[in-house]
């Protein structure tokens, strides 16, 4: 047995916005790794262009969203007034706060993308005292990357590899993508309390131990293991230091109080959150 894995997620299947998605938190027995309490892996697949195609307006309370894509593109607009598009190698953060409507659409016909869709959404709970901050978002285009032993890393969000990312962190976090040429490997180093580490292409071990395909790999606290590859791969890792008051989720709504998940929504039954100027079709 390995001593650094010390659980692992196995994925159940999601349809979403019409795409197949790998969704390995949150999931019973294992609420949360550091501040992540949400975790989606969708795609490729194609995504044509098109005002009914994606995901319509919808809100969020108590969170950010991280979009991290492999390859495609997304347009997101929300209701600050943001028209904002992600592609790979960008990080997008929104942090819903107190509340937020978004929608993530595919780009205009003739704007150039690849129509093939394929990346991570993660859901970051945040702390106590910012669960009702003021919504916000932001988009990082130049994110450290890590390129040694046929391992290229980026950090998207946290310090490793004596790297640090300049996306916010409203809490300890610990996020990056690792993509491995044949042969390659890198150590994960112990700079949180809890990591895990997700294979989304190839093939990759951990000390030795073959990695299943879109599973969650919880890290022992202070291990650290040799991540590697005979053959190439591309893998996601996250982690934080975790949040020790519990948290409920219901559909699109994270809070430590269930009271405020049940106001949020009414809330959104009655029009109350925002709206989103440039898509005003239906709500998701």
């Not at 706060?97 to 929608?103: A, C, L, Q, Y």
């Not at 996306?167 to 993508?177: N, S």
Request: aromatic letters at 6%; glycine letters at 12%.
């Amino acid at each position: 047995m390995n001593a650094a894995i010390v659980g692992t997620v196995l994925p159940s299947l999601q349809q979403l916005g019409g795409m197949r998605v790998h969704r390995t938190l949150p999931t019973r027995g294992v609420a949360m790794v550091g501040p992540f309490i949400f975790a989606d892996v969708f795609g490729p697949a194609p995504f044509p262009s098109g005002p009914g195609m994606g995901v319509a307006p919808h809100p969020h309370i108590g969170i950010s969203t991280v979009t991290w894509l492999f390859s495609g593109a997304i347009h997101h607009r929300d209701s600050l007034g943001t028209s904002a598009m992600i592609r790979p190698g960008q990080v997008n953060l929104m942090t819903a706060g107190r509340g937020i409507t978004h929608s993530e659409r595919p780009p205009a016909a003739g704007a150039g993308d690849i129509p093939t869709l394929w990346g991570m959404q993660t859901w970051l709970a945040l702390p106590d005292s910012l669960e009702e901050m003021a919504p916000a978002f932001e988009q990082q285009t130049s994110l450290p990357v890590v390129d040694a032993n046929g391992a290229r890393a980026t950090v998207i969000m946290g310090s490793i590899w004596g790297e640090t990312a300049p996306t916010t962190c409203h809490a300890p976090t610990l996020h990056a993508e690792i993509v491995f040429s044949p042969s390659g490997s890198i150590t994960i180093e112990s700079v949180a309390t809890e990591r895990a580490v997700m294979l989304v292409e190839g093939a990759a071990e951990l000390d030795g131990t073959p990695l299943q395909l879109h599973a969650l790999h919880l890290l022992g606290a202070g291990h650290q293991p040799l991540l590697g590859s005979e053959k190439g791969a591309r893998l996601m890792l996250l982690g934080g230091e975790p949040l020790y008051t519990p948290r409920h989720i219901w559909w699109n709504f994270v809070h430590s109080s269930p009271e405020r998940i049940r106001e949020a929504i009414v809330d959104w039954q009655e029009g109350r959150f925002p709206p989103v100027p440039g898509d005003q079709g239906e709500q998701g």
